[in-house]
């Protein structure tokens, strides 16, 4: 029988806060008395619970301190950069640890739902245009996330090319080292070829039209299903299943907290 989880199996481990704890901002000093600060540890827990559960910010169970106070925070923490410096800090992590594989890269995007709206939403054209919202992914080799950028649902593949190359989290190695990078038939075309090759890739596209067959070549794997399989994990936070949050900011906070904890546990911080 499977046992349901509790609120504290959704909680950050020891090990992640203590590599997150030194790039916290430090607090405005307050203009008055008041009641004391909520314990910082404690709010991030609301908000990887958050995270995790998909709950609505009112429904965020009363151990984590009052819901309004828990969204404020989370607020600030967006604001001041702190989940891009989480995700900027879990890669350095895995590049000591593991080593990113920049040698192959993938890129695919995926849409979800977007019921509230919002920046960065549109008609679904696979949801009866209803709205949704469309992020797209770059991975390395292993499916470690490299950048992630948002869009409306009715936004093609190949129009979120650039501004995904652009968003990359940390810096690329030099175009002396080969950088591969696969991608499905949908960004097929001339100009996006040309781009690739802008930004020194050696671009591997499947054509459009053409058949899946099956390579019996030496040495040869499939390498562009590890971008999907990132998504999958994306996908089991459940705040990033469907968007709730109208702020592109937000949503995207969201995004750069998963890929993080991602980043983080493939590095061998925790289980």
């Known amino acids: 029988m499977t046992k349901r989880k509790t609120g504290h199996a959704y909680e950050i481990s020891d090990e992640f806060w203590t590599k997150i704890k030194p790039l916290l901002p430090l607090p405005k000093p ?45 607020q600030e923490w967006q604001r001041s950069g702190l989940f891009d410096k ?20 993938a890129i695919d995007g995926a849409m979800t739902k977007a019921p509230l ?3 960065g939403t549109g008609a679904n054209p696979t949801d009866r ?16 996330p490299l950048s992630v950028v948002v869009d409306g649902a ?18 690329r190695p030099s175009h002396k080292v080969t950088q591969n990078i696969c ?10 070829r040309q781009l690739v090759d802008d930004y020194g890739y050696t671009a591997h596209i499947r054509k459009r039209g053409e058949e899946n ?12 299903w590890v971008v999907e399989r990132t998504h ?34 493939a590095a061998g911080l925790f289980g």
């Open 183 to 192: 991608m499905d038939k949908g960004y097929d075309f001339p100009d996006i």
């Open 129 to 144: 245009g209803k709205k949704g919202t469309k992020r797209s992914l770059l991975t390395d080799g292993k499916g470690i």
């Open 232 to 265: 999958s994990w994306l996908n089991r936070f459940r705040r990033l299943l469907i968007r709730w949050e109208k702020k592109i900011e937000n949503y995207l906070a969201m995004l750069h907290f998963a890929c993080a904890w991602i980043t983080f546990r």
């Open 30 to 74: 307050k203009k008055k008395l008041g009641r004391p600060r909520e314990n910082d540890r404690k709010i991030m827990n609301g908000i990887f619970y958050l995270l995790r559960t998909g709950c609505q910010w009112k429904a965020l169970p009363r151990c984590y301190g009052a819901p309004s106070t828990v969204h404020d925070r989370f």
């Open 213 to 224: 067959i099956r390579r019996d070549i030496p040495g040869y794997r499939a390498r562009r």
């Open 86 to 105: 989480m995700w900027q800090s879990g890669l350095m992590d895995y590049d000591d640890e593991e080593g990113l594989e920049w040698e192959w890269q």
């Open 117 to 119: 709206g919002g920046a």
């Open 154 to 171: 009715n936004r093609h593949d190949k129009m979120l090319v650039k501004g995904t190359f652009d968003a990359i989290i940390i810096e």
